[in-house]
């Protein structure tokens, strides 16, 4: 499985838009972008997924580079509880039989 | 649509005793996936399971631990002989198919004491 890379912790001001940076830069073409999230003593929350377009859900967006080797997760409007941890994962997808592998993922605290 | 139900949601066990955590997948999935995170630590993999088939265990303990998930019913996440490192929340999650993006209970905390 292609590994990511993601920053341990990010901080946002309440209402403005939250960024999330991935680097995926081994990812195969027929691996798929997940985005997950881990609000405190929750389980993992799915946001969105893509594989080389660019996708939008009522959660959020998700920007994917051309050359597919990094993606940006976006929260239009970050609210309070927004902060958790957010996980960026790399998938072979339907029919494969992969396993979701999250590594340490991003602290998101959004700030009032 | 009811969503990946586990229980129970807290379970204190005796260090040597029997832990058993309980997973129903969400209606139409018949794939399972059980997910351990230690205290501060992130989710690990244990075991991929489809319906009376164990497809992936390659996060299993070698030891005391176990994983079905029976035709009927839901599947069963069991620790023999529980030690106080097996304090943790264990995650449940499941998918209509194999690959599919996969939704998660809302966990299982394990004390040992």
């Known amino acids: 499985d292609a590994k990511t890379t993601q920053p341990p912790s990010m901080d946002c001001a309440e209402g403005r838009a939250a960024n999330l940076p991935c680097n995926h830069s081994?990812?195969?073409?027929?691996?798929?972008v997940y985005w997950y999230r881990q609000i405190h003593s929750q389980g993992p929350q799915y946001i969105i997924h893509?594989?080389?377009n660019n996708e939008t859900n009522e959660m959020a967006s998700l920007i994917i580079t051309e050359d597919r080797k990094s993606s940006t997760l976006i929260l239009p409007h970050a609210t309070l509880r927004d902060t958790a941890v957010y996980y960026c994962?790399?998938?072979?997808?339907?029919?494969?039989?992969?396993?979701?592998?999250f590594g340490t993922g991003t602290s998101l605290t959004v700030i009032p | 649509n009811a969503g990946v139900m586990q229980n129970p949601r807290h379970l204190v066990r005796r260090r040597g005793q029997e832990a058993r955590l309980r997973c129903s997948p969400m209606?139409?999935?018949?794939?399972v996936y059980w997910y351990r995170q230690l205290p501060e630590e992130g989710l690990k993999f244990m075991v991929y399971l489809q319906k009376e088939n164990i497809i992936d265990e390659s996060g299993m303990p070698k030891e005391r631990f176990s994983a079905e998930f029976p035709k009927e019913g839901p599947s069963i996440l069991r620790i023999q002989q529980v030690v106080r490192g097996d304090s943790a929340a264990y995650f449940c999650?499941?998918?209509?198919?194999?690959?599919?993006?996969?939704?998660f209970g809302e966990g299982s905390w394990l004390t040992v004491v």
């Open positions: 081994t990812i195969s073409g027929n691996e798929y």
């Open positions: 209606k139409g999935h018949s794939h």
């Open positions: 999650a499941s998918s209509p198919l194999a690959g599919d993006t996969i939704y």
């Open positions: 994962i790399v998938s072979l997808g339907l029919n494969t039989g992969n396993q979701f592998y």
């Open positions: 893509g594989l080389k």
